[in-house]
């Protein structure tokens, strides 16, 4: 009886299942069915054809293209469309079940869903994946992780994160490029091919699903918003309104407005399409306003023409157009506004001798043509009230377009007080390029000959260069140059210069810069390149460090008088570069200036480098490989180590202070608890405080904050007692002094005279100097007199004798 009810309830689980199964495969079908009727195949994926999840198993897949095709075969089914709907079925199927053509369609995405994108070759491939669907688009912006962060700034922003390989996103290109070229000038219109960019789009950008297509309202100041709607023109152009609408306003006027300012009156509501006027008004904002005339009193006033749409007046100036076209009123008005200063070369110098004599207000320039029209001239003229500005005919000024280094107008440059020009790099918000150029005095644009003499060390002072070659782009680099330059307007010894090369000019960036821009630090005679990728704080810290480092540059004699221990008054920490070293060696003379830089504070140490490559000498014959060695003081021996294994600055700055200084003690639980945490029954106040380095080997930061620690301890002059814990090796160490991040520094002050109790204050580590600003006063109320060696005024009050370097 028990085997019979067991096996009349595996039946009954059995028939359960199938019919679970039965009506999720009927739930499948009706799904498809309902595709089929009112969805593109194009525009759906091969698991939707055929109504499947992409978990679906190969046997689901086979049951449910068996179904379908029974529904649209062409036996039962004679129309064009079932017939259509059934190749496409098959063709679903054929790819789904083999599972090599399965995972490529999951990676690549059909060959057959976008003909225009067949990239059955590996150059086709190679392509898609390198340059995405919007390579070299005029009007969509081809986005970068690196390119990200200088390209967001305010105004209107449209970004689709795609995958050329994803039908939807092959689907939505040409509306996107359609979109971006009607919205040019009012919404940025980018796109970012996260096939190639993926670390970009999931780690920072969170990207889950192609395509996301997110809006900006508010550039780089606010959050962004989802388009869950249609891919289609229409749907993204309604979307992108919705924003436009909240930020300019058509007015219906009842009466005609004063001339003193520019009107345009738009003669219904009904003659030029609510969207394409909305942008008009975009366009115009703060330059025209645009109005709406319903009356037809007010109408035949301003025209008796019954075809004219447009009426624009402004003081004397009247102009009737009859145009419906966005484009072409557009150009109408601004054709109508009253034409700007033109600059031609006589005017040009006066402009340019007046800004050197002591003028202060600068001048932005326009180059123009005929093919161009200067709406955005005078949209800039409304944004700077306060500036002056002028246009340059390249038609017929097309040798000083030259030599002003214009390639082809539309363009734009600035002329700053002091005399100095610099011209904007192609496709920049031209609004933040005026904010900072006009301000940074110190940077030029550079003519050949300015970059020859530079180059070949004929000028004084430090040129910081930043060297683009025809076809690279340096437009993310332009931005943050600029404003590092104004950090250096102050400084008469530090000039910025641009040369960004055209076909003409290549010859000269190729000397030094191949396939992309580079910025380089030429101090008299002597290069330095800049290899970072931060182009803002890192750039500066690297200025500054070639400015402040002076010449840390040895020649034989130099090397062969600290090798005589007799004559050695410093301790030398060197760096010996072979000849044949190439770029490694380049970035290990930014790793020397790191560590010479760090080390400035003792007085006791200098810092050098023998670079073979530029100081050719005998002594270079027997250096094989790049090596840094560490000269005591008055001590014929020395400490080497290979710059192969410790090629970063702070990793050679901890080998460096362990011989510089001996003082700083490695502690165990043992030795840590016997002279650092251990009581005294009798105080006698000769025991010293103890300063305690906790660290992880794990931790970059600890290597790069343990130099500062340990010059800040030098300096202490054995004020305190100096130790180092690891605690990954002396884990119950820093759990029972409560450890929670590292590095961690604690100053441990014992019981004297002054306290009863010991105490233990937790120092935050940061530079040596902040350290010792944080440490002295709590040694002063401590104890004073351990402040003797290192405070004339204490040494003279206490008159003891103190340890001396």
């Given at each position: 009886m028990i085997a019979l009810a067991g096996l009349f309830n595996y039946k009954h689980l059995l028939e359960r299942q199938n019919l679970k199964n039965n009506l999720k495969m009927l739930k499948l079908i009706v799904i498809s069915c309902f595709l089929f009727g009112a969805v593109n195949l194009t525009d759906v994926t091969y698991y939707e054809i055929l109504g499947v999840t992409k978990k679906a198993s190969a046997q689901e897949i086979r049951q449910a293209y068996k179904?379908?095709?029974?529904?649209?075969?062409?036996?039962?089914?004679?129309?064009?469309?079932?017939?259509?709907?059934?190749?496409?079925?098959?063709?679903?199927?054929?790819?789904?079940?083999?599972?090599?053509?399965?995972?490529?369609?999951?990676?690549?995405?059909?060959?057959?869903?976008?003909?225009?994108?067949?990239y059955r070759s590996q150059s086709e491939y190679n392509n898609l994946y390198y340059n995405g669907l919007y390579h070299n688009d005029p009007f969509v912006d081809t986005l970068s992780g690196a390119s990200w962060k200088n390209y967001m700034k305010d105004g209107f922003y449209f970004i689709n994160f795609y995958s050329p390989f994803c039908p939807p996103c092959q689907n939505v290109a040409e509306h996107w490029k359609k979109l971006a070229e009607i919205y040019k000038g009012i919404v940025k219109v980018g796109a970012v091919n996260c096939k190639y960019h993926n670390s970009f789009c999931y780690n920072n950008m969170r990207i889950g699903s192609y395509p996301t297509l997110l809006f900006y309202p508010n550039g780089k100041k606010g959050n962004y918003v989802y388009h869950n709607g249609d891919r289609t023109l229409d749907a993204l152009d309604e979307f992108v309104m919705?924003?436009?609408?909240?930020?300019?306003?058509?007015?219906?006027?009842?009466?005609?407005?004063?001339?003193?300012?520019?009107?345009?009156?738009?003669?219904?509501?009904?003659?030029?399409?609510?969207?394409?006027?909305?942008?008009?008004?975009?366009?115009?904002?703060?330059?025209?306003?645009?109005?709406?005339?319903?009356?037809?009193?007010?109408?035949?006033?301003?025209?008796?023409?019954?075809?004219?749409?447009?009426?624009?007046?402004?003081?004397?100036?009247?102009?009737?157009?009859?145009?419906?076209?966005?484009?072409?009123?557009?150009?109408?008005?601004?054709?109508?506004?009253?034409?700007?200063?033109?600059?031609?070369?006589?005017?040009?110098?006066?402009?340019?001798?007046?800004?050197?004599?002591?003028?202060?207000?600068?001048?932005?320039?326009?180059?123009?043509?005929?093919?161009?029209?200067?709406?955005?001239?005078?949209?800039?003229?409304?944004?700077?009230?306060?500036?002056?500005?002028?246009?340059?005919?390249?038609?017929?000024?097309?040798?000083?377009?030259?030599?002003?280094?214009?390639?082809?107008?539309?363009?734009?440059?600035?002329?700053?007080?002091?005399?100095?020009?610099?011209?904007?790099?192609?496709?920049?918000?031209?609004?933040?390029?005026?904010?900072?150029?006009?301000?940074?005095?110190?940077?030029?644009?550079?003519?050949?000959?300015?970059?020859?003499?530079?180059?070949?060390?004929?000028?004084?002072?430090?040129?910081?260069?930043?060297?683009?070659?025809?076809?690279?782009?340096?437009?993310?680099?332009?931005?943050?140059?600029?404003?590092?330059?104004?950090?250096?307007?102050?400084?008469?010894?530090?000039?910025?210069?641009?040369?960004?090369?055209?076909?003409?000019?290549?010859?000269?960036?190729?000397?030094?810069?191949?396939?992309?821009?580079v910025i380089i630090i030429q101090k008299g005679a002597k290069r330095h390149a800049y290899n970072g990728r931060d182009y803002e704080n890192q750039l500066l810290d690297f200025i500054d460090m070639i400015v402040e480092s002076g010449d840390l540059e040895l020649n034989e004699k130099q090397v062969l008088e600290i090798l005589d221990a007799s004559s050695r008054e410093h301790a030398w920490l060197v760096a010996y570069l072979p000849a044949h070293c190439g770029s490694f060696c380049d970035d290990l003379a930014y790793e020397w200036m790191i560590v010479a830089k760090k080390l400035r504070p003792l007085d006791f140490v200098r810092v050098g480098v023998l670079n073979c490559a530029r100081t050719p000498a005998a002594f270079c014959t027997n250096i094989r490989a790049a090596t840094a060695r560490l000269y005591p003081i008055a001590s014929g021996q020395h400490y080497s180590v290979s710059l192969q294994h410790l090629s970063q600055a702070p990793y050679i700055l901890e080998w460096a202070l362990g011989f510089i200084d001996d003082s700083v003690q490695k502690l165990n639980w043992q030795t840590f608890s016997k002279l650092v945490i251990a009581e005294e029954l009798n105080p006698t106040g000769t025991k010293k405080p103890w300063l305690v380095y906790f660290h992880s080997p794990r931790c970059y930061s600890c290597y790069e904050k343990f130099s500062d620690f340990a010059v800040a301890g030098i300096l202490l002059n054995n004020a305190v007692q100096l130790g180092k814990v690891n605690c990954v090796t002396e884990r119950g160490v820093c759990q029972h002094e409560q450890i929670m991040s590292y590095p961690s520094l604690k100053l441990y002050l014992s019981r004297n005279q002054r306290q009863r109790f010991s105490t233990v204050v937790t120092i935050q580590v940061r530079d040596y100097d902040m350290m010792l600003q944080e440490i002295k006063p709590l040694l002063r109320r401590y104890d004073e007199s351990l402040l003797a060696g290192i405070e004339p005024s204490v040494r003279k009050s206490f008159d003891i004798k103190h340890d001396e370097f």
């Open positions: 179904k379908l095709a029974v529904k649209y075969h062409p036996d039962k089914n004679p129309g064009e469309d079932e017939q259509e709907k059934f190749l496409k079925i098959t063709e679903a199927y054929e790819t789904l079940k083999d599972p090599d053509k399965r995972n490529n369609y999951d990676l690549y995405g059909s060959f057959s869903s976008a003909k225009k994108y067949d919705m924003f436009l609408r909240n930020a300019v306003h058509v007015p219906t006027v009842v009466q005609l407005r004063s001339t003193d300012k520019p009107m345009a009156y738009v003669l219904g509501a009904n003659r030029i399409a609510k969207n394409a006027l909305t942008r008009i008004a975009f366009h115009l904002k703060d330059v025209v306003t645009i109005a709406i005339v319903e009356d037809d009193d007010l109408r035949s006033k301003l025209a008796s023409d019954d075809y004219t749409t447009v009426v624009f007046r402004y003081k004397n100036i009247k102009r009737e157009i009859e145009s419906t076209d966005e484009k072409e009123i557009l150009r109408e008005i601004v054709a109508a506004l009253p034409k700007i200063e033109l600059v031609g070369p006589e005017k040009l110098k006066d402009i340019r001798n007046s800004l050197r004599t002591g003028y202060k207000k600068s001048w932005v320039l326009f180059f123009s043509s005929k093919e161009e029209n200067s709406l955005q001239l005078h949209q800039m003229i409304a944004a700077f009230p306060h500036i002056n500005f002028g246009e340059i005919d390249c038609d017929k000024w097309s040798e000083l377009c030259a030599s002003l280094h214009v390639p082809s107008p539309p363009a734009w440059a600035v002329l700053k007080r002091g005399g100095a020009y610099q011209r904007a790099p192609p496709n920049v918000n031209v609004k933040d390029f005026i904010l900072t150029a006009s301000e940074a005095l110190k940077l030029h644009t550079l003519s050949t000959s300015d970059f020859q003499r530079i180059f070949e060390g004929g000028d004084s002072g430090v040129w910081v260069l930043l060297v683009a070659p025809q076809g690279t782009k340096w437009e993310h680099i332009a931005d943050p140059f600029t404003r590092a330059s104004l950090e250096y307007n102050d400084d008469e010894n530090i000039n910025f210069g641009i040369l960004a090369c055209t076909a003409h000019t290549d010859q000269y960036c190729r000397q030094i810069a191949y396939n992309q821009p």
